[in-house]
């Protein structure tokens, strides 16, 4: 049986498991909020010498440590938040797919915040 749909706080009534438009709204502003204030890809390090390292890096290890599949991503384990030494330590890499650095690693970062 299907669960009922709940009460938005701007009055709308949206089905269960789904986000009302001002929620997205909202979402999709406190995002571009926080894009706005994080340095660029290239600030935080992730430049040719990092693509290549992570290339080297993905030959080596071509599996998800999580689920075993293709590795698309050198994940650092312990975010740097640079941290140079922490950055380039390969100690602290780890091979993941997309979905689970998305999925898995991100809520795991997420959790670890609050």
Not at 58 to 68: A, G, N, S
Not at 82 to 97: M, T
Request: charged residues 25%.
């Amino acid at each position: 049986m299907p669960r009922p749909p709940h009460l938005c706080s701007c009055g709308k009534l949206v089905p269960h498991g789904a986000l009302c438009a001002c929620q997205i709204a909202g979402n999709r502003a406190r995002n571009a909020r926080h894009d706005a204030k994080r340095p660029t890809a290239r600030q935080r390090g992730y430049n040719a010498e990092w693509e290549k390292a992570r290339k080297a890096f993905l030959t080596c290890h071509p599996h998800c440590t999580l689920c075993r599949a293709p590795a698309t991503v050198v994940d650092h384990i312990i975010p740097h938040k640079g941290d140079d030494a922490l950055f380039w330590n390969r100690q602290n890499w780890q091979p993941l797919c997309k979905p689970c650095h998305d999925r898995h690693k991100q809520r795991q970062e997420r959790s670890h915040v609050r």
